[in-house]
């Protein structure tokens, strides 16, 4: 069983949401090997309600309801019946410039309402070049406050430099950072993030210590999503 996760970002709109996700579900019917999930835009989020995937938030605020301009909170969600959400991805943490401190402020909160969170930690460039004490520090970092034997809790790394690149880490680079992790994590689920593609899929979840993959542009677009599952079949 692996973890197929597709990130649309700040793409597609409610409608086209619609479309994708009932014809995802549809053409999941008969794959039940996988635990697929479909993180929206929050104006697109649908009723978790599909029998062969999950919808979850990129992002919501720590509070039920309340006064925060702009963003939404615990009662949104629970409208949708979402109870999965992703919690410290580089793009939050480095354009939205999320602190470590409200990531564990959010970690807490959907913790405590049992949410299935998916916890991204990962490096830059220079980090990554400074070698792989580097890395494992860096990432150790991103996780200090974090509860890490929440049973509900998958850790998605996703070096910066693979987002959005078209060059995802090689095999050998993600096994190094997974078999430490896995060393710390014990047997939370640890996906690799960064560039995934159809025709990399089978390579990347055949590498040990990956329990599944988050994808961003590609899995943006329907066919392109598909083959990425159709590939991680056999893993
Ligand atoms: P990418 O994004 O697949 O476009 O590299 C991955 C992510 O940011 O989750």
């Known amino acids: 069983m692996k973890i197929i996760a597709s990130n649309f970002k700040t793409n597609h709109t409610r409608k086209s949401t619609q479309e994708f996700i009932t014809k995802l579900d549809e053409s999941l019917s008969q794959d039940s090997n996988n635990r697929v999930f479909v993180f929206p835009p929050n104006t697109a989020l649908l009723e978790d309600s599909f029998k062969n995937l999950t919808i979850g938030s990129q992002n919501a605020y720590p509070i039920e309801s309340g006064s925060v301009t702009g963003e939404i909170g615990l009662n949104q969600l629970q409208e949708f019946n979402i109870n999965t959400i992703l919690i410290g991805h580089s793009e939050r943490r480095e354009i939205i410039k999320e602190s470590q401190e409200i990531c564990i402020e959010k970690f807490n909160f959907f913790k405590q309402y049992g949410f299935t969170i998916i916890y991204c ?11 792989l004490d ?14 890490i034997n929440y049973d509900k809790l998958i850790i998605a790394y996703e070096p910066i430099w693979a987002i959005g690149t078209g ?5 050998s680079d993600i096994e190094n950072v997974h078999s430490k992790l896995k060393q ?4 939370i689920p640890l996906l690799y993030g960064g560039s995934v593609k159809p025709d990399n899929t089978k390579d990347i979840l055949s590498i040990s210590g990956v329990d599944g993959i988050l994808v961003g542009s590609a899995s943006w677009e329907l066919g392109s999503f598909c083959k990425i599952l159709e590939n991680s079949k056999e893993c």
């Open 134 to 147: 580097s890395t494992l520090s860096f990432l150790e970092s991103e996780l200090l406050g974090i509860d």
């Open 121 to 131: 930690i990962g490096e830059n460039l220079k980090t990554k070049q400074n070698g």
């Open 184 to 187: 710390k994590l014990g047997k």
């Open 167 to 171: 060059v995802s880490a090689t095999c």
